[in-house]
């Protein structure tokens, strides 16, 4: 989402890389189709691209945290132009607090809704001045609380007030206590117990139950009130917006959820900076087609991140390559919920027939990039406390693996190398969205490894826009997505991640013992403890076998010469107003 952190998974298409599925209740985690190198994503960074650094070790080692979006200050930003970027799909569900939303809900809705605050590329964390008078950490009788003075101009375009009310909207539809709301994460709102009135209507004051150490990564996207209607929650933003309910320097001048386009225009009744764009429009495009508009001068970047996007676009005038880290985990999700992969030996494996190694050097050719496999969803290993929990849990060995289906039951009855139990074929199905061929290499590269080891993996190709329905729908047994952070706080959505009833954890993987065990984990006030704390868990969650981190890898953006604020952002979520082109 999840920055309120943010994570994104994503599935599909070029090269299994992108991000997945989160939204702001604060974008944690966000889910995007792997691979997919079509846009530019303005949370979670993008498409794939390099870093000049190599990975070498645990906690912090490997590299710093690089990123280059062109970092323009306000007053040096033209006034007027149009952006146009790539979009992998335009989401059905459109609000992003949902957990069938996807990354690209919350690549819209920051455009037309309140962004109250903002990241720099480290991480560090501001409140939006145009939102709030000021934001005050205390902690009362043991427990963090968190004051945010409104703008007393805050305002939705409806007339409704931007107040605590917004607040309470936010944190009752997203702490999990009510079954009628179904959103992508709960993590940091449970641990809330009350959102109230301060001095006025224009102050909210967030208690929660003990201290809370991550609270920066709440409350950064806004919500009217009137979304928190169960029926609208769920219902209302399906293929539809409510531009009415938006509040920000951009408003929707249409959506096209059948064409596939968005385009945001100035919003009169923004009090704040005028945004700096006279237009800004996404297109849903195939990888294919999305280099071609660039090359073309259709659009104004694109990922980079592999051999043949770069080698198409790297004699281009007019141009920069922007490069940094990226805060991204490409990953392979099991279904635990399909036939086949209900069995944990079965899961298992399959993480033991996984060559980690060769799927990202078929992401990496060409583009002079490698690092050590990537060992946790918690945090990067350029962040302090990063441990290599994976290789605690799982090593690759496909003689293992083997080993496993046989003690399983699984056998090659008819000697043609697939197994079978019960006179059923061990086969399983792969999805692979849209027409990149480092999506498509990479398939035929998990299809060898399946078959070393007696799994019949089909393949199965559908398009990008595709995304939403295959991941919310849970068509597929395995499945490459990605999660893309947004801020540096990745032990908070732990249970995002690994929780059993987790809107993100679409793997179905989980225990009510590991559960209770998050539970505690999250209780605990210290930072660096509960880091330590959630290295231990996540060895016992790599356990139930439901999600296999593949690559980080480097953020390499293309763009046209003169952008500003737009690129490989690392931790970064800019201000929406502030990105145009340089006077």
Known sequence: MKRTTRFAATIAAASLVLAACSSDSDEKKTEEPAGDDTQSSEAEGTDETEDESEAEGEGGENADLTYDYNETPYDEVSDGGTLTTAIAEISEQANPFHQDATAYSSDLWRWYNPQFAYF?????????????????????????????????????????????????????SNNGESEDYAPNSTDGYSQIKSVEAGASDKEAVVTFDGTYAWWQGLFNMGMHPAIADPEVYAEGFIQQVHPEWGAGPYKVENIDFQKGEATFVPNEKWWGDKGKLDKRVFKQ????????????????????????????VEDMSGIEIRKGARPFSALMMLNSDSEHLADINVRKAVFEGVNREVVAGIVFQGIDYSETPPGSFTLFSIQEGYEDNFSKAVQYNPAEAQKTLEEAGWTDEDGDGIREKDGEKLTLMLPVLGDSKTSKDMAAAYQSMMKAIGIDLQIEERPTSDFSQVITQKEFDMFGLAFSSSDPFGVAYFEQIYG?????????????????????????ADRDEQIKAANELEVEAFKTYGIIPLYNGPDYIAVKEGLANFGAYGFAIVPVETIGWVK
């Open 285 to 312: 495009m195939e990888s294919q087609a999305s280099l071609n508009a660039f090359k073309n001068g259709e659009t104004d970047a694109t990922g980079v991140g592999s051999e043949e996007r770069l080698t198409a």
């Open 120 to 172: 720099d590329g480290d991480g560090t964390w501001h409140f939006h001045p145009a939102y709030f008078d000021d934001v005050v950490e205390d902690e009362v009788d043991g427990n963090t609380v968190v004051t945010f003075k409104i703008k007393e101009e805050a305002t939705y375009n409806d007339g409704t007030p931007i107040d605590w009310r917004t607040f309470e909207a936010i944190w009752k």
């Open 500 to 524: 059993s009833d987790s809107g993100l954890n679409r793997s179905g993987t989980g225990t009510e013992e590991l559960d209770a065990k998050i539970a505690e984990m999250k209780k605990i």
